[in-house]
């Protein structure tokens, strides 16, 4: 039986910006679940089982004049699969005041430390939303707060909310490998008030919560909106992010449904994480 279960496509994408979100965004769509932004571009990674000769023929910026983006992939080899990740991964720090590292990372002298090893879930904090979601809770006060962590990924956001006081918190995700990972860096950080689950809006039903964070996506955002209002309490705060700058206006008007009003808002390269309190 082979033992490889992972592409990994090589990307270099000239301009980088806005190159190379526009390409994550349609390869997450085709099945690639995780990504490495480097210097020159984009590492990919897919499933061997989600992969297929034509898997990139929907990509449209590929055949785009606009952009010159040339790529390589190859097999990875599941015994190689974690040299791979830790050659890709580097640390963040967001505003000097939380790191984001792998075990094999020295330990940063920050407020907050976070040990996270992502392997395929998406959350080590490189990418904008998750950078601009770490920077809300950082300056948000979670003390005694219950918290919903929807499409938790790693579990970084979840982690972080009960470092800073959070008391009950939920932290869900649709995706198994997700599911999996968060429940290890819930253990790895010595969080004990984290319930990782894995599923969808489902879930919350009769459910209710302080504070709700969700970095997932416009149209899973807009679907759930409706659901997360039900789940949220009155002097509560919603964050949302996972969509661009020119999605506002959709956002804002489903919010404004169940009288959510923007009350903050974070930008980086286009993307945009927004906190909505009730009016
Ligand atoms: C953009 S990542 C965010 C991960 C992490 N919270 C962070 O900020 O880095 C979105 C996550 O949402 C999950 N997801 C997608 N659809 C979902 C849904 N309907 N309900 C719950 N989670 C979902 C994905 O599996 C993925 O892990």
Redesign the pocket.
Known sequence: MSNITYIGYYFTVKPLEPGVEILIAELGYTGF?SFVETESGVTAYIQKEEWNEQILDSVEILKSKEFEITFTFENIEQTNWNEEWEKNFNPIVVDNRCAVRAPFHEKFDTEYDIVIEPKM?????H?E??HM??QHILNYDFKDKSVL??????????ILAEMRGAIRLE?????N??YLNSLENVERNNCKNITVLE???QLLEGKNFDVI?????RN?LL??IKTYADCLNENGSLFL??FYKDDIPFIAKECELFHLKESNRYERNNWVALEFTYN
């Not at 879930?121 to 904090?125: E, I, L, M």
């Not at 932290?171 to 995706?175: K, L, Q, V």
């Not at 964070?213 to 996506?217: E, P, T, V």
């Open positions: 679940e879930s998406f959350g080590t904090g990418h939303t998750t979601m770490i962590d929807m499409g938790c990924g790693t579990g970084v956001l979840a932290a869900i995700d649709i995706d490998w997700c599923g969808e809006a964070i969700a970095n997932i996506n899973i679907q759930d992010s996972g």
